[in-house]
């Protein structure tokens, strides 16, 4: 659903086509922004720090600042550490 809490989280599924119903949260370990959503996991894509990841507000930036989104979010960005990173494993691409 487009105005879901859940936008843009990362989640996990059975993969199997009518497989079971397994479905887990992938997101379960970053922090929940002043907003009350959990952050979500985004890549740089600027010059000076290109391909790395940060956590930040699903709703964006302070009065829609610095997203494309301008719902006005808390301002919630930090640089992602490798223990947020460490259970995606490879599965993370951050530049195709």
Known sequence: KLDSNNKLRLFRMCTVRDGCQYFKWADNHFPTCKCGKKAILRVSKTAASGGRW??????GGKNGRNSSRSQGGC???VWAK???LAPFGRSLTPLL
């Open 54 to 59: 940060f956590l930040c507000c699903a709703n």
């Open 82 to 84: 490798p223990e947020d």
């Open 75 to 77: 301002g919630l960005f």
